[in-house]
Structure formats: structure tokens, C-alpha cells
């Protein structure tokens, strides 16, 4: 069964950069699926940041994509991003998945303040 | 870029059919998915491919699409469907997952 589980900082500064990484069990990040990063700001909806495949190619949301890198660590079976330069606006809960059309495993998401 | 476009909320009484809707430009012409959300919980796919249901999704999840509206039916709704559910497209065009503002479902 496929697990996914984000790590990272829970309180970042403005203008700093936010990095967070998700563990992968069950499957490996270059078996043929795309992996990604969504984000959810409290009390609102989805937003796709961006997805990964095999480790190369790079599909990022137009809104975000100057501010964001996502990247596989094929060995170890993580998932990282990081978004530069963030502000309040990017408060959300953050989330690991699989999968673009569709997204078929999501993580537990972890929750990402940005304040000074 | 494309907008998929869901009512904010729909309220059903138990055991009664649900249904939800997803608007699009052409929408009949995409793969639409849907993800249900329970309040503090990680969205999980119900349908994909417009009506495919994923293993250890009930029967009474279905999903159909047409001209410029996708539907997830749920039918026999019970009181833990209570959710808010997501539909999603690629749009190739940019490309960009999209997705829905999201239906909240209560159950009366």
C-alpha cells in the first residue's frame, strides 16, 4: 500500500524560503507515476503547486512556478519542495501525492504557517 | 485557463441520491476525478476517469459526463458522506491540474 508522509518546518518567515520532504513506501518514485505537491490554505480549497516524473520532467502551477523547485530523491524514496520567497498567503496545509490525472494517493499533509 | 465551476453546497437527506456537479467548457471532452475530504482528513479518490471507482470505493459512488457538466452521484447517501468533494481535470493546454472550488455535502 502506498504512503506518503510530508516532514518539514511548520513556521517559516517572510520573504524565507519554505522546505518540506515526503517519504514514499510502497512504490518507488520512478515506477511510471507523477509525484507532487498540493496545498490546501485553512478553510479553502485544492491547489496543484506542481508534479514530478521520473525525476526529470516538471510540471508546475503558472501562478507558482518562478518560486518553486520539486525534486526526487530516487535512493532514499523522497519527495522534496521548496517554495522561495513565501508570504502569508502561503499558509496552507501542504500535501504529498501521487499520481496527476488522477492524483490517486494524497499524504496526511502538514500544516505550514508563514509569520515572522 | 480552464475553470471547473461546483455549487458551494448541496444538502441531502439520508438514503436519498445526491448529486454533484462539476461545469466546463466542453468538460465531456476531459477526464474528470473526484475526491471526497472529510474535515481534517487527506482528500481520497472516489471516481476516476469521469466513472471509474477505485478499490474499496462503494457501488453507491458513480460518476457520468456530458456536454459541459461532469456528475458524482452518491446514492443512499449516509450521514459519513458528509464531505467535501473536489472534482479535477489535466488541461493540457497550459498544462495544469485543475481543480473545482470544491461541493460541500451534508446530510440532513
Known amino acids: 500500500q502506498v504512503q506518503l508522509q510530508e516532514s518539514g518546518p511548520r513556521l517559516v518567515k517572510p520573504s524565507e524560503t519554505l522546505s518540506l520532504t515526503c517519504a514514499v513506501s510502497?512504490?518507488?518514485?520512478?515506477?511510471?507515476?507523477?509525484w507532487g505537491w498540493i496545498r490546501q490554505p485553512p478553510g479553502k480549497g485544492l491547489e496543484w503547486i506542481g508534479s514530478?516524473?521520473?525525476?526529470?520532467?516538471?510540471h508546475s502551477n503558472p501562478s507558482l512556478a518562478s518560486r518553486v523547485t520539486i525534486s526526487a530523491d530516487r535512493s532514499n524514496r523522497q519527495l522534496s519542495l521548496r517554495l522561495t520567497s513565501v508570504t502569508a498567503a502561503d499558509t496552507a496545509v501542504y500535501y504529498c501525492?501521487?499520481?496527476?490525472?488522477?492524483?490517486?494517493?494524497w499524504g496526511q499533509g502538514t500544516l505550514v504557517t508563514v509569520s515572522s | 485557463s480552464y475553470v471547473l465551476t461546483q455549487p458551494p453546497s448541496v444538502s441531502v437527506a439520508p438514503g436519498q441520491t445526491a448529486r454533484l456537479t462539476c461545469e466546463g467548457d466542453?468538460?465531456?471532452?476531459?477526464?474528470v476525478h473526484w475526491c471526497q475530504q472529510k474535515p481534517g482528513q487527506a482528500p481520497i479518490l472516489v471516481v476516476y476517469?469521469?466513472?471509474g471507482r477505485p478499490s474499496g470505493i462503494p457501488e453507491r459512488f458513480s460518476g457520468s459526463n456530458s456536454g459541459n457538466t461532469a456528475t458524482l452521484t452518491i446514492s443512499r447517501v449516509e450521514a459519513g458522506d458528509e464531505a467535501d468533494y473536489y472534482c479535477?481535470?489535466?488541461?493540457?493546454?497550459?498544462?495544469?491540474?485543475?481543480f473545482g472550488g470544491g461541493t460541500k455535502l451534508t446530510v440532513l
Open positions: 501525492a501521487r499520481g496527476l490525472t488522477p492524483i490517486d494517493y
Open positions: 510502497g512504490d518507488s518514485i520512478d515506477n511510471g507515476y507523477y
Open positions: 476517469d469521469d466513472s
Open positions: 514530478l516524473y521520473h525525476s526529470r520532467t516538471t
Open positions: 479535477q481535470i489535466w488541461d493540457n493546454s497550459v498544462p495544469s491540474v485543475v
Open positions: 466542453t468538460i465531456e471532452r476531459k477526464s
